[in-house]
């Protein structure tokens, strides 16, 4: 199937998304896995929860 990704093609481009634009292609593809996978969107929120940690994390370091 050209949809078809993995799940470790799935959290790299998720991944990647953090750095550039994902291309329409890209986001098709991730989110038709997303709609039958239940592992990815699980790693989606922990990237969330990790980069906001790390966010209050340097705003309570630039308080001090």
Do not use: N
Request: proline share 2%; with cysteine.
């Amino acid at each position: 199937m050209i949809f078809h990704l993995s799940c470790k093609q799935a959290t790299a481009i998720l991944l990647q998304g953090e750095d550039r634009a994902l291309t329409r292609y890209e986001r098709l593809r991730l989110g038709f896995h997303m709609r039958i996978c239940d592992a990815c969107p699980r790693f989606l929120r922990q990237v969330d929860l990790m980069r906001r940690a790390m966010g209050e994390w340097r705003r309570y370091r630039d308080d001090e």
